[in-house]
């Protein structure tokens, strides 16, 4: 892994780690979401830090560089992220949509009380 690979995650890292931290200490970000962006962080410091780390994981995967070993694990991570999100969201829609139709049921009854 070159030397201007390791300095370009670890730079992301510390970015990704201060805006974190800032959504933490501002209570915009629940410490559950949280504690993912900070192992992702912590991957990524690993791998720059100790890049021979990439180098046997690329030998025991049989991907051909460790370059490409970094690019592949960032986006499976994201990507289990992202179908973590899009499941807490179908959960959130149904459970909106469940409330509104009880709200509406509610307000009819109680309209027909009124009459």
């Known amino acids: 892994m070159t030397v201007s690979l390791r300095i370009v995650l670890i730079a992301f890292s ?11 200490r501002k209570s915009q970000m629940q410490i559950v979401d949280s504690l993912f962006w900070i192992l992702f962080i912590g991957m990524l410091v690993l791998l720059s830090v100790f890049p021979r780390i990439a180098d046997y994981a690329c030998k025991w995967l049989g ?5 490409n070993f970094v690019f592949l694990a960032i986006i499976f991570l994201l990507l289990l992220k992202v179908f973590g999100l899009s499941v807490k969201i179908s959960f959130l829609e149904n ?5 509104v139709q009880q709200y509406a049921i509610d307000r009819n009854i109680e309209r027909e009380k009124n009459e």
């Open 95 to 99: 459970k909106l949509q469940n409330l």
């Open 63 to 67: 991907v051909m560089s460790p370059v």
């Open 14 to 24: 510390l970015i990704t780690a201060i805006f974190v931290f800032r959504k933490i």
